[in-house]
């Protein structure tokens, strides 16, 4: 079976809670970024907010899976779905362009170390572009030295220079904004024309 990547839907929520079964995960259940206001809330607060995000329909992530075990997450959507975005001094809009925004990865420690990161962020990116997303965003983490995975939800620069990201901002040293640009329709065809 090997590894894929699927978008959360009501049927695969289980899935979402086995793998948010996790000390790290468990409290926030990735609605930190969807907030406004102090701290994540309430474990079971946040659980159900995301319920209620897929029962409406609305995709909040990818799952990936190993061999049919979900191993890994990560969450993607319009930037206005991450109300907290709006007021990040790190994070705040670079322009007025419609974003697509990557806010967080989460990897299972027994699936570490596989590159699982990586393969989420182009499954993520593939996703964007085919809900129609021209541009994604991220904000990761660039260190020299090394951090503990826990701290790493946002994912290292490296991934997003392997997966053709450019730098468009920096407004901490270790915080920069990074995005992916797809072409056009309409540049592919002006291209193509003499």
């Known amino acids: 079976m090997g590894f894929e990547a699927q978008p959360v839907t009501k049927e695969r929520w289980p899935d979402l809670v ?24 309430v474990g079971q607060q946040n659980r159900r907010a995301m319920k209620a995000l897929v029962d409406r329909g609305s995709v909040p992530g990818l799952i990936g899976y190993d061999d049919g075990v979900p191993v890994a997450w990560v969450s993607l959507g319009p ?57 994604v965003e991220a904000y990761p ?17 490296s991934i997003y220079d392997r997966a053709g990201f450019r730098e468009v901002a920096r407004r901490k040293p270790t915080r920069p904004v990074v995005r992916k640009v797809f072409a056009s ?6 291209v193509a024309l003499p």
Request: hydrophobic content about 35%; proline content about 5%; overall charge positive.
């Open 18 to 41: 086995q793998l948010f079964d996790r000390p790290i995960v468990r409290t926030c259940f990735c609605q930190f970024y969807r907030k406004v206001g102090a701290g994540t809330g």
């Open 141 to 157: 983490v660039d260190k020299d030295q090394r951090s503990h995975p826990d701290d790493m939800f946002f994912g290292a620069k």
């Open 79 to 135: 930037r206005e779905d991450y109300a907290k975005l709006r007021r990040s001094p790190v994070m705040k809009p670079v322009d007025d362009q419609p974003v697509w925004s990557i806010v967080c990865f989460f990897v299972d420690r027994d699936a570490r170390g596989r590159g699982l990161s990586q393969r989420m962020l182009e499954a993520a990116v593939d996703y964007a572009r085919s809900r129609g997303a021209r541009l």
């Open 185 to 190: 329709v309409w540049s592919l065809r002006s």
